[in-house]
């Protein structure tokens, strides 16, 4: 018989034994056909069941999942009736959001328009993202940017969405018109200011706008450390009010439409504390009780709420400089001894307490009174107020006092919180009683040539120097001349009128007619500036207000004069093309420029020469009190109303 041939169990062929015994001893090499069909059948089953458990294995996936390169496109995924599977059958229940239509019981026509809304979303998505990879970076990153754009401007209108404060008397806005003035050559003075103005303004307009000062000759905008790296429009605030007073109404509406489109507080900028408040709170206040504008107001609560922080200090003395963003403050380097600087933490209660009385926060008004009272438990070396207090343990820094910088507005600001308080701040007029007592013991001399001059007394000893930033004082001594104590009220409106006597020396003894940025009384030097250094004008307000103060109380004709030859000073020898701009040295004919038109020219200089040239009513000293930037606040005539927080003060 022969041998049916066995499938090989190996590749290796079995080797054929040579006969023997017992045929059945040997092994076969081949299987049988019988056996070789069982095999197959087994093998055909074996597939049969992997195939059919790749297809019956049960669908978990709710989505589909497209990966488009760009984005995921995530489509919901709906099984077909004909697939005969329903999430959910298994008794799990179907995911929330997803579509089963057994569960659901989505009717046939249902699921029909929804597939195709399916298939429309699905095709829309797919050309969307052909087209994104059509264009160019450039595109997408415009289209990005533009988004962004979008999300910025809802968010800063979300932001600038009226808060409503509480309402509160307006206080009585009085004398903010006037007629021409009836003498021709006056109000031909005064149309030559406001057209100086202009100049500034529109120069600004045109080649600054936004930013915080102007750069005249290089016609461009401006800025300085005070401001941090931001860009506020300091101009554009300081200048409304000066605006708004000239009857520039047209130029103001520009202002305030800047304000409400882009002024904007939640910027990472290390500013001022001082120069943001007498600027941005006292033009923003000014401006909203002169024109009514709520945008104004809500302006200045924002901004103050951003200075808050400012206070957070061992002894509530705040920094010199707050972080807008952070809140994270901290003092100028150059302060001795860390410390913060009695003009700049001493000239924030008459915005402070405006805040308070528009708000009924009584935060604010609780801060400043908390220095005041600090201020007063402190001793003082001979009376006198140093210019440096260290915020951390509550010390003062070097003894340095002055009425001129790093001091001055200090004083004015007493003077001023009683006179804004309709008078009742009692404190506050004894406060400056005394300091200014204190000033005229030890700072005031007479030179050898006749001239009154405040100088500055450092460690017990007197320098005789006066800066131009001192030469406001004569304005203050006139202004609170009324109800000095001891009957002394001539005798300050004379020390008004010597100073401001001195300070026009001190300009006329120059080539350009414009004042040094200080001089001297020493060595037979007489109202002159010795130092390179010392010789600059930039444009400063102090001489004019004074004068601008003394013809209020005298009516002395000289003080107008004094101011028109200031006046025309500044449009000979610091005019330009683009605007205003300082000069280097007073005494040399040949005017070189700093490039810098200072926004306090626009606030105060070309103000309180508009004034001088106006009668009393217009803006009248009984109803208005001008902060140190010359901004107008009303006077608070509370009567019986309690200031919140005027409660014993805490922090
Ligand atoms: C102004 O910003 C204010 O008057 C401040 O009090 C000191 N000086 C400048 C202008 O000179």
């Known amino acids: 018989m022969t041998t049916p041939a066995l499938l090989p169990l190996s590749g290796r062929r079995i080797p054929t034994l ?61 099984d077909s009736p004909k697939e005969g599977k329903h999430q959910g059958d298994d008794g799990v229940p179907a995911e929330r959001g997803s579509v089963s239509t057994a569960s659901s019981g989505i009717c046939q026509e249902e699921q029909e328009s929804l597939r195709d809304k399916i298939r429309a979303d699905h095709e829309r998505a797919l050309q969307e993202a052909k087209e994104k990879l059509r264009k160019s970076r450039e595109e997408l990153q415009a289209e990005i940017q533009t988004e962004k754009n979008k999300v910025m401007e809802d968010l800063k209108k979300t932001n600038a969405g009226p808060k409503p404060l509480p309402p509160v008397p307006m206080p009585r806005v009085v004398g903010i018109n006037d007629g021409e003035p009836p003498e021709p050559d006056v109000k031909e003075k005064r149309d030559k200011i406001r057209e100086m103005m202009k100049h500034a303004w529109d120069s600004y307009r045109q080649y600054g706008w936004g930013y915080n000062e102007l750069k005249p000759l290089a016609k461009k905008g401006h800025s300085t450390n005070i401001f941090g790296n931001s860009q506020l429009g300091a101009t554009i605030v300081d200048a409304l009010d000066t605006l708004y007073i000239m009857g520039l109404h047209e130029e103001f509406k520009d202002g305030q439409e800047w304000i409400e489109q882009n002024l904007d507080f939640s910027v990472n900028a290390e500013v001022s504390v001082f120069e943001v408040n007498i600027r941005f709170i006292g033009g923003l206040l000014a401006a909203y009780y002169l024109s009514g504008q709520e945008v104004f107001k809500l302006k200045a609560v924002q901004l103050a709420e951003k200075l808050l922080p400012a206070f957070n200090t061992p002894t509530g003395i705040p920094w010199a400089m707050v972080n807008l963003k952070s809140g994270v403050g901290r003092n100028w380097g150059w302060a001795s001894a860390g410390s913060s600087i009695l003009a700049e933490f001493g000239t924030l209660h008459m915005e402070f307490v405006h805040l308070t009385y528009l708000t009924g926060n009584p935060a604010y008004y609780q801060k400043v009174m908390h220095i005041r009272k600090l201020l007063a438990k402190m001793d003082r070396p001979n009376g006198l107020y140093p210019n440096y207090l260290n915020p951390r343990t509550g010390r003062w820094g070097q003894h340095h006092t002055s009425v001129g910088g790093l001091g001055d507005s200090f004083y004015e600001y007493l003077l001023k919180a009683w006179l804004m308080s309709d008078k009742t701040d009692t404190e506050a007029r004894k406060t400056y009683d005394d300091a200014i007592e204190a000033i005229e013991r030890h700072l005031i001399r007479k030179s050898n040539g006749g001239l009154t001059f405040i100088g500055e007394w450092k460690n017990g000893h007197l320098e005789r120097k006066m800066g131009h930033l001192a030469c406001f004082a004569g304005g203050m001594f006139a202004l ?25 020396e001190s300009y006329d003894r120059t080539v350009l007619k414009l004042g040094p940025e200080a001089f001297k009384f020493d060595s037979g030097l007489e109202a002159v500036a010795v130092r390179q250094n010392e010789k600059y004008y930039i444009l400063r307000p102090e001489v004019i207000e004074t004068y601008w103060y003394m013809w209020r109380f005298t009516h002395d004709p000289k003080y107008r004069q004094w101011g028109w030859e200031a006046a025309q000073a500044i449009d000979k020898y610091c005019r330009v093309s683009g605007g205003f701009s300082g000069v280097k040295d007073v005494y040399s004919s040949t005017p070189t420029y700093d490039d810098v038109q200072q926004s306090f020219f626009l606030a105060e200089t070309l103000k309180y020469l508009y004034l001088l040239f106006s009668s009393d009513d217009l803006m009248p000293l009984e109803s208005w009190v001008f902060n140190t930037e010359a901004h107008p606040l009303p006077v608070l005539h509370l009567g019986n109303i309690t200031l919140p927080g005027s409660e014993p003060a805490q922090r």
Request: net charge negative; charged share 20%.
């Open 18 to 78: 040579s006969p023997g015994a017992s045929s059945f001893t040997h092994h076969r090499a081949t299987l049988r056909l019988s056996e070789k069909f069982i095999l197959l059948l087994i093998l055909s089953a074996f597939i049969t069941l992997c195939f059919g458990a790749f297809f019956f294995l049960p669908d978990n996936s709710k989505h589909k999942r497209f990966d488009l390169g760009l984005e995921d496109v995530l489509i919901p995924h709906i």
């Open 480 to 504: 609170g001349a009324d109800g000095s104590p001891d009957d002394k009220a001539g005798h300050y409106l004379q020390l008004g009128a010597e100073i401001a006597h001195t300070c026009h």
